[in-house]
């Protein structure tokens, strides 16, 4: 199994500022890499898929970026509502897929 | 736009049979290319794929759950159901149904099941 690694659980960020999301894979998922979105009482919200293209709808200040093992999720200039929960997920070897824990974005 | 949502009880006894169904709007499932999965959320808010079915029946599980999943599909209710046997507390979690495209990416989920597995 893939074991999927995000860092950090906790990252406080000012509106307006940047914020950097890191996930690490325990082997190589390819381009297979996915990060979700999920706020309090809601299902996750696909965000971005093949590591850096967004999903529909998805505003442009959240970008993808990485590869092989190490990925980064960026939120150029967090808004008010971009505070919650993100996880990445690999699909390369699909079926299964595997999720990170999370990482909570917070108001600094 | 295709819409899910998850029913059963909210409340399981150790050792019995969790069952959920999900009922799909603003789709088919017999949609190609289309896995409608199972997926949970612990309390600790991880998230554990669960398995899928495919409009035509075949299924794939996750094999962590050593053989205590069953997922099952009825396209003329439009619905999908998923089964966990002998459950205990630590399968407690939310239950999330979900539509799987591209071979592992979820774009439409239900709002999602709450269940506790207590006595």
């Known amino acids: 199994e893939t074991v999927m690694t995000q860092s950090p659980a906790t990252l406080s960020v000012s509106p307006g500022e940047r914020a950097t999301l890191s996930c690490r894979a325990s082997?190589?998922?390819?381009?297979?890499l996915a990060w979700y979105q999920q706020k309090p009482g809601q299902p996750p919200r696909l965000l971005i898929y093949?590591?850096?293209n967004r999903a529909t709808d998805i505003p442009v200040r959240f970008s993808g970026s990485g590869s092989v093992t190490e990925f980064t999720l960026t939120i150029s200039s967090v808004q008010s509502e971009d505070f919650a929960v993100y996880y990445c997920?690999?699909?390369?070897?699909?079926?299964?897929?595997?999720f990170g824990q999370g990482t909570k974005v917070e108001v600094k | 736009q295709v819409q899910l949502q998850e029913s059963g009880p909210g409340l399981v006894k150790p050792s019995q049979t969790l069952s959920l169904t999900c009922t799909v709007s603003?789709?088919?499932?017999?949609?190609?290319?289309?896995?409608w999965s199972w997926v949970r959320q612990f309390p600790g808010k991880g998230l554990e794929w669960l398995g899928y079915?495919?409009?035509?029946?075949?299924?794939y599980y996750n094999p962590s759950l050593k053989r205590r999943v069953s997922i099952s599909v009825d396209t003329s209710k439009n619905q999908f159901s998923m089964e966990m046997t002998s459950v205990t507390v630590a399968d407690t979690a939310v239950y999330f149904c979900?539509?799987?495209?591209?071979?592992?990416?979820?774009?439409?989920w239900g709002q999602g099941a709450p269940v506790t597995v207590s006595s």
């Open positions: 979900a539509n799987e495209q591209m071979g592992g990416l979820f774009n439409y």
């Open positions: 603003g789709g088919s499932l017999r949609s190609v290319g289309y896995y």
């Open positions: 079915v495919y409009y035509s029946g075949s299924t």
């Open positions: 082997q190589s998922v390819g381009s297979n």
């Open positions: 093949g590591i850096s």
């Open positions: 997920q690999q699909y390369y070897n699909w079926p299964p897929v595997t």
